[in-house]
Each structure stands twice: as structure tokens, then as C-alpha cells.
Nanobody, 115 residues
């Protein structure tokens, strides 16, 4: 069983930065695809960024050039660096681990971008 624990959400002004972290338990982290999803009020959950076990990354068009995803396999941790934040980035962010057909979710962390 995998547990994902996220940290780093909060309130930030437009143009500011935040870094989210997601620490995974278990032994499959290094061979898993890790992703960050987000869900804004009244909207479906959407993929923000993903990184494969080989380090290949993928980003939603809305965050390209502003968000960076990285992983530290020694720490079983994935990060989402969010820069130039906009009010439309306000959402609950979730960490996801995908390995073969197994899919795990973290609890959400609120990110609010507001002046």
C-alpha cells in the first residue's frame, strides 16, 4: 500500500511562487509516474504536470513555462514548483502515483492566488 503526503499549499499573491511536495511511502516510487492534478471550484479535476520514471515531463498548456515538476527518487518525493502564479491557478492540488494499473491519490492541498 502506498501513502502520499503533500505539503506546501497556501495563500500567495498573483505573480508569486509556491512549491508543493509529495512524499510517498513504499518501494515503487522510482518506477512510477508521478503527477500533480488540480481541481478548481465547480470544475473537473485536471492534470497540471506529470513526470515519468525516466524523467520525461508533461504539462497542461495553462501552466507551461510557469510550473516545473521534478522528482528525487532517493527521498521518494516529487515536487511542483509554481512560479508567476495567477488567480486562475487557485485550486485544490493532488499528488498522484501511477504504477502499472495501480493508482494512488494524496489528500488535497489548497492553493489560493489572491491579492
Amino acid at each position: 500500500q502506498v501513502q502520499l503526503v503533500v505539503s506546501g499549499g497556501g495563500l500567495v499573491q498573483p505573480g508569486g511562487s509556491l512549491r508543493l511536495s509529495c512524499a510517498a511511502s513504499g518501494s515503487i516510487f522510482s518506477v512510477s509516474t508521478m503527477a500533480w492534478y488540480r481541481q478548481a471550484p465547480g470544475k473537473p479535476r485536471e492534470l497540471a504536470a506529470a513526470i515519468t520514471s525516466g524523467g520525461r515531463t508533461n504539462f497542461a498548456d495553462s501552466v507551461k513555462g510557469r510550473f516545473t515538476i521534478s522528482r528525487d527518487n532517493a527521498k521518494n518525493t516529487v515536487y511542483l514548483q509554481m512560479n508567476s502564479l495567477k488567480p486562475e491557478d487557485t485550486a485544490v492540488y493532488y499528488c498522484n502515483l501511477l504504477w502499472l494499473i495501480d493508482n494512488y491519490w494524496s489528500q488535497g492541498t489548497q492553493v489560493t492566488v489572491s491579492s
